[in-house]
């Protein structure tokens, strides 16, 4: 059973950074794919990032082009997501997700991943 770990959540000021991270648990480690999802108190789940394992292709929904950025370590076990200029309604536990087949959903859609972290909380404060 594929387990995924995130840490590097926090409290930061507006305007700061955090660098989340996600540990995977299977060695060795394919995925089709990556993404980092987050929740707010009263939403639904919103796609963040996404990268694809083979060819490192990002996607990344529009409104945090340039200011997220996802990447995998060069041991291929782990994936990041970097945070910059945060602001307070970027609040939310951030998930990261394993795609490991092809399902026929996006991969902005949750349901095209079958294992999720616990999440990690982000706060933002103003």
């Known amino acids: 059973q594929l387990q995924l770990v995130e840490s590097g959540g926090g409290l930061v000021q507006a305007g700061g950074s955090l660098r989340l991270s996600c540990a995977a648990s299977?060695?060795?480690?394919?995925?089709?794919?990556m993404g980092w999802f987050r929740q707010a108190p009263g939403k639904e789940r919103e796609f963040v990032a996404a990268i694809q394992w083979s060819s490192s292709t990002t996607y990344y929904v529009d409104s945090m082009k340039g200011l997220f950025t996802i990447s995998r370590d060069n041991a291929k076990t782990t994936v990041f997501l970097q945070m910059s200029s945060l602001r307070p309604e970027d609040t939310a536990v951030y998930y990261c997700?394993?795609?490991?087949?092809?399902?026929?959903?996006?991969?902005?859609?949750?349901?095209?991943?079958?294992?999720w972290g616990q999440g990690t909380q982000v706060t933002v404060s103003s």
């Open positions: 299977a060695r060795p480690f394919s995925p089709i794919a």
């Open positions: 997700a394993a795609k490991v087949a092809y399902n026929g959903h996006a991969l902005e859609n949750p349901r095209a991943y079958a294992y």
